[in-house]
């Protein structure tokens, strides 16, 4: 690796939705090997986002995408499980051959840094001014949109492949329908009002 600073992007996807992990991932780009058309993951396409993710595993010096559980965000609040997915993120960095890889200074998307021994810089806005960081989101995002797509085949009756847990009307009128399943996050005000509703 070269001698320059390894400067590592972190961003978090699925802070909003009722439902499902919260997913962050840590990235280190490679100046020799730069990825055209890094951008916020939600101002890309889905099928971009998933070339640009492919294209990121392949040519990052290093990677990693981590996660926060359900039960980790209704324990600990969204913000909290959400540093705690990034700092995990962060910690399993590897390079191409499989060998941990400890960043130099983290650029993190947002207001908060995980607490971490490492100098770390919270930029809003991040992922789109810095592409470290826009390639995290790209890798959190669509680890999430897969993860979302597997809840989607065990909970049919959600229909979270469309709507990726988010509060939409239809998610709202599937949850007043179905009941709270068990990947909802209760401590979010939709589904708690449910709870307490039923």
Not at 143 to 172: N, S
Not at 177 to 196: E, F, N
Request: positive net charge; contains cysteine; hydrophobic residues 45%.
């Amino acid at each position: 690796m070269s001698s320059s600073l390894l400067v590592c992007g972190v961003d978090e996807a699925g802070r909003g939705p009722l439902a499902g992990a919260v997913y962050a991932a840590a990235v280190i780009l490679n100046p020799q090997s730069p990825i055209h058309g890094l951008a916020d993951s939600k101002t890309l396409s889905a099928s971009r986002r998933e070339s640009l993710a492919l294209q990121i595993k392949q040519h990052a010096l290093a990677w990693a995408i981590a996660s926060s559980s359900v039960e980790e965000i209704d324990e600990i609040n969204i913000l909290q499980a959400s540093l705690l997915a990034m700092k995990r993120a962060v910690e399993q960095l590897k390079d191409i051959q499989g060998g941990l890889v400890v960043p130099q200074q983290l650029l993190v998307d947002g207001l908060h840094c995980p607490r971490m021994n490492i100098p770390a810089r919270a930029i809003v806005k991040g992922d789109s001014k810095e592409p470290a960081i826009a390639a995290a989101s790209i890798l959190a995002k669509t680890a999430r949109d897969e993860e979302m797509r597997a809840l989607d085949l065990l909970h049919p009756e959600y229909d979270f492949a469309k709507h990726k847990g988010y509060p939409t009307k239809e998610h709202m009128l599937r949850l007043q329908q179905h009941g709270v399943s068990a990947i909802h996050r209760r401590s979010y005000g939709p589904v708690r009002k449910l709870l307490l509703a039923g």
